[in-house]
Nanobody, 122 residues
Framework: QVQLVESGGGLVQAGGSLRLACAHS??????MGWFRQAPGKEREFVAA????????YYADSVKGRFTISGDNAKNTEYLQMNSLKPEDTAVYYC?????????????????WGQGTQVTVSS
């Protein structure tokens, strides 16, 4: 059974940093992604990493500020978020897909975590 569990969300001031983690199990050949959803808005793509971590891709809104990475020994993916802005406030979701490359599409990810709240104050 595939399971994904996010952690690391919280309240931070604008310009600050947070590091989200996604612990997972039951995955074999897969690629990972992070999405976020603000109140009243659609869930949107944030970052993706390919199988083995050879490639990464970021939404324009977070390029240069966020970094996605993985730790094979811990079966965990991370999202390092720096220079946070109030518009980054959202519930952040970890997701996995049965593929090799990066993807920005929600419907290509078969597995999802429960989400973790990130709030950035101005």
């Amino acid at each position: 059974q595939v399971q994904l569990v996010e952690s690391g969300g919280g309240l931070v001031q604008a310009g600050g940093s947070l590091r989200l983690a996604c612990a997972h199990s039951g995955l074999r050949i897969y690629a990972m992604g992070w999405f976020r959803q603000a109140p009243g808005k659609e869930r949107e793509f944030v970052a993706a990493i390919s199988w083995r971590g050879g490639s990464t891709y970021y939404a324009d809104s977070v390029k240069g500020r966020f970094t996605i990475s993985g730790d094979n020994a811990k079966n965990t993916e991370y999202l390092q978020m720096n220079s946070l802005k109030p518009e980054d406030t959202a519930v952040y979701y970890c997701a996995a897909r049965n593929g090799l490359g990066t993807s920005t599409r929600r419907d290509e990810y078969a597995y999802w975590g429960q989400g973790t709240q990130v709030t950035v104050s101005s």
